[in-house]
């Protein structure tokens, strides 16, 4: 993930991050509640009514939908259409829970830095952006999680450095998006290279990813550190490859993600839990991670809070 498996910064003064920050939402058709409800189609993939997770809603959800923060762009998982409309399979996967729980979900999307405070502010109800758990965000958030996924390397067309993994990156350049390179986490690598006697891994940190790509193209850097699930557009998008990495497990520092929940929902987490147990049974998780090719993501049970061994630290 990617941007979305990022430390988060966040604060408890939540009102001040959200001046300045570009709000655009999207609205999904309300839908009626009760054993009428014959259920919605989204994406192509019909999502059934599910009464026990609807029961589960707190009365304000029920009375005035679902409102689901996320950050555009980040393809696959949030992106703009033509028609500057948020869409994705974030989008898709919260419309499907909005369609099994029968209310309405509202979508805006934030700076990724301001999702969390946009939550303790009390803006919105849920957030869904690719954002994976880890021991920061599980302080203040519950995750209702259904995939694993972690970072990947993504190299110049034909792989001119030969890395095959981060151990091959002693005296070379990686670049990386800043969000996605918490102070310490190359310490391994350092470590590992020190032991050879070979110079350190250089690191390019910067704003995007972007960024982090041009860099690739221009050779100021021989590797960029990003998400699993993205690596493989941005990739084809600008014509580099990304390096399969043998013996990580959804990549480096995978973490299972999810719906991102205050504490104090523990209704709706609840309710989200219950909806997602059935989505994923049912196979309209499969049904619309496989448009995405990220079938593969997905985890076989729906978990709440389990943080994942990536979210320690990376392993080389």
Avoid: W
């Avoid at 570009?22 to 009464?51: E, F, I, Q, R």
């Avoid at 995939?147 to 350049?173: E, F, H, R, W, Y």
């Amino acid at each position: 993930m990617k941007k979305r498996n990022k430390l988060l910064a966040f604060t408890t003064k939540a009102g001040a991050v959200l001046s300045g920050c570009l709000l655009l939402t999207m609205m999904s058709p309300v839908l009626s509640s009760g054993a009428s409800n014959p259920g919605k189609t989204v994406d192509g993939v019909h999502v059934s009514y599910n009464a026990a997770a609807a029961k589960l809603l707190p009365a304000s959800i029920k009375a005035n939908g679902l409102r689901i923060v996320t950050s555009a762009p980040y393809p696959p998982f949030e992106i703009f259409n033509s028609n500057n409309q948020l869409t994705g399979l974030d989008i898709f996967t919260g419309q499907a829970i909005a369609a099994a729980l029968g209310v309405k979900a509202t979508f805006t999307s934030i700076d990724f830095n301001g999702v969390i405070p946009a939550l303790q502010a009390g803006k919105f109800d849920m957030l869904l952006a690719d954002t994976g758990d880890n021991t920061a965000r599980a302080k203040v958030l519950n995750f209702v999680e259904y995939d694993l996924q972690g970072q990947v390397l993504v190299v110049a067309k034909g792989n001119p450095s030969k890395i095959t993994s981060l151990k091959s990156m002693c005296g070379k350049t990686l670049a990386v998006e800043a969000a996605d390179a918490p102070a310490g986490l190359f310490n391994p690598v350092q470590a590992y290279c020190k032991a050879k006697g070979e110079s350190p891994m250089a690191i390019k940190t910067l704003p995007t990813t972007a960024d982090a790509l041009l860099a690739i193209k221009s050779g100021s850097a021989q590797a960029q550190f990003v998400g699993v699930a993205t690596a493989p557009s941005l990739a084809a998008s600008t014509n580099e490859q990304v390096v399969t990495i043998p013996g990580q497990v959804g990549g480096y520092t995978a973490l299972y993600v999810g719906a991102g929940i205050l504490h104090k929902q523990t209704q709706l987490t609840k309710a989200v839990n219950v909806a997602m147990v059935g989505l994923l049974k049912s196979g309209v998780l499969e049904a619309l991670f496989k448009k995405y090719g990220l079938q593969s993501t997905l985890i076989p049970k729906i978990l709440v809070n389990a943080i994942s061994a990536g979210g320690q630290g990376l392993k080389l």
